[in-house]
């Protein structure tokens, strides 16, 4: 969760001055070279095609997540972005009770209503003009790449059940890759070059926090429940919401306010009950 919460700050700070498929390629290709080793030294061995191909298949999911939820960071405010991204553990659940047949209670209904009743908060503005179409804009680009988050979060949680999770989160990452490469050489892309050395190093601790955060999230679904691992992962933008707030100075409307906290509450709610 705090991992999740400082790097999604740190992208919103940096997707200002840089493109959003690239900084996903670069930060999480980075990141994804620490865990190489630790899968071919623990596994010692590729696992069965039908896990290969899930792995695979789950990392062109990610790329398409994370380049989706970059683009909307890049605008609209963190603040506003983060919280609508986390409603993915909505999906989660929701895809669970028709894929793996588990039921929900009355007070997960509950929670569930409190986020989408956040989503609409947040979404909510009556001021018209290109930045405000723009804010909108962002909450709708969020709420796709929730839909396909969630959604991998059903693949994610078959493949760090596995006995090769380490390898099986590593050729996610190869999966993600090979997507987000032929995303950059679009021709509508941005292509102003990345800037010094410190630009780099940003990038590199970027994808360092995001890809450890989502590691953590993986193995915490290998030995949890996804309905009680996920919420509190995707609590993360309490911590997004107050960074953006003290250091990129984002200010958002009282009723957009409640929206966020409406959206929070309901996903600690449901990760309380489950």
Known sequence: ???????????????????????????????SLLYL???????RGLPNLPLVGLALFSGLISAATISTYYVALSLGKA????????????????????????????????????????IILVAFD?????????????????????VMGGANLILQ?????????????????????????????????????VGGLRS???????????????????LGLRVGLV?????IVTSSPAVTVVLAYLFLKERVRSHQRIGILAIISGIVFLSAIS
Request: proline share 4%; charged share 10%.
């Open 200 to 218: 780099w190093l940003k990038l590199c601790l970027l994808g360092v926090i995001d890809v450890s955060a989502f590691f953590a999230w993986y």
């Open 79 to 118: 603040s506003l972005v983060a919280p609508t991204f986390s409603c993915l553990t909505v999906i989660a659940v929701m895809l669970s009770v028709l894929i793996l047949g588990e039921k929900l209670t009355i007070p997960q209904l509950s929670a569930i209503a409190l986020v989408f009743l956040g």
């Open 126 to 146: 009556k001021r018209s003009g290109g930045a405000d179409s723009s804010r909108k804009l962002s909450v709708i680009v969020a709420l796709a790449a929730a």
């Open 1 to 31: 969760m705090l991992g999740f919460g400082v790097s999604d700050f740190m992208a919103k700070a940096m997707l200002t001055k840089a493109n959003a498929i690239r900084t996903a390629l670069i930060s999480q290709g980075v990141g």
């Open 37 to 43: 080793g630790a899968g071919i030294g623990f596994d």
């Open 157 to 193: 949680k078959w493949i760090a059940e596995s006995g090769h999770y380490l390898m099986g989160f590593f050729l996610t990452r190869i999966s993600m890759m090979a997507l987000l490469i032929p995303l950059t050489l679009i021709p509508a892309q941005e292509t102003r070059p």
């Open 227 to 231: 309905s009680i691992v996920t919420p």
